[in-house]
């Protein structure tokens, strides 16, 4: 057998095939800060789930890094609890980064995890808005105080990919799982759904000779930080030039 590196973070065990590899605490950097509120060494594994989607990896990811689409693509879902108006944006060095979306009401809480086991130490920021990081480069975790999915994006071809999806809950002690995670996650199902019905089509778009790129906005520039980063890992140097991302996003775009 071959050992593999293993490393921990709270109950959450990462792999890392590198042996040479930064150690993850330490790539991770104020993550493992921000995400104590949660507990997540109390945190129990519920479900794992895939979806293959017939696109470029990157397709899916970045509409994973921003919530401009909220009213085009979820207008009778997400858009209905979330206002991507109030939107904060972190960067951290790395790649990483934290979208804090507020709640349209404060006192609003997912119909789907009424019922469910909460974890007390959960702060107001988080109970009020929906925090979601990126652990780079290919893990997204939408934060709440009743449990959250891991959304693993890992790229199967030029053209295709697919999205691994497992949740955690709060550790629920003896007895059965809350059947109410049934109800959960096919809601949440329905919004990825939701999320890659066009993914095909976008796929096509940025082949087409006439692309000539995207312009992003201000909410998009998570994107932009995962890309410049990209770049960097790859080495800038060894990318064509009319293929680079300019290097534009410094000090004081990203801090730490």
Known sequence: LVPVRCERFGNWIFVNEDPDA?????????????????????????????????????????AFLEVYHLKSIHQNTVDRFLDHRGTNIVLWPR????????????????PGTRGMR??????????????????????????????NPFLLFWPTGPREMEIEVCWFAPDWGGGE?????????????????????????????????????????????????????????IGIERIPEHLRVQQVLGAPWIQG
């Open 22 to 62: 930064q150690p993850l605490l330490e790539h991770l950097g104020v993550i493992p800060e921000y995400l104590e509120e949660i507990q997540p060494q109390q945190v129990r594994f519920v479900d794992r789930r895939s979806y293959k989607v017939q696109c470029n990896v990157k397709v899916l990811l970045d």
């Open 95 to 110: 790649g990483h980064s934290l979208m804090l979306t507020p709640n349209r009401r404060p006192d609003w809480q997912d």
């Open 118 to 147: 909460r974890i007390e130490t959960a702060s107001e920021i988080t109970n009020s808005n929906n925090p979601s990081f990126m652990f780079y480069p290919n893990l997204v975790t939408p934060v709440d105080a009743s449990g």
């Open 177 to 233: 799982l809350n059947p109410l995670w049934a109800t959960r996650i096919a809601n949440f199902e329905r919004i990825l759904e939701e999320d890659t019905q066009f993914a095909p089509q976008i796929q096509e778009s940025v082949e087409s000779t006439a692309f000539r790129g995207v312009v992003l906005n201000y909410q998009e520039r998570r994107i932009y930080h995962w890309h410049q980063e990209l770049d960097r890992r």
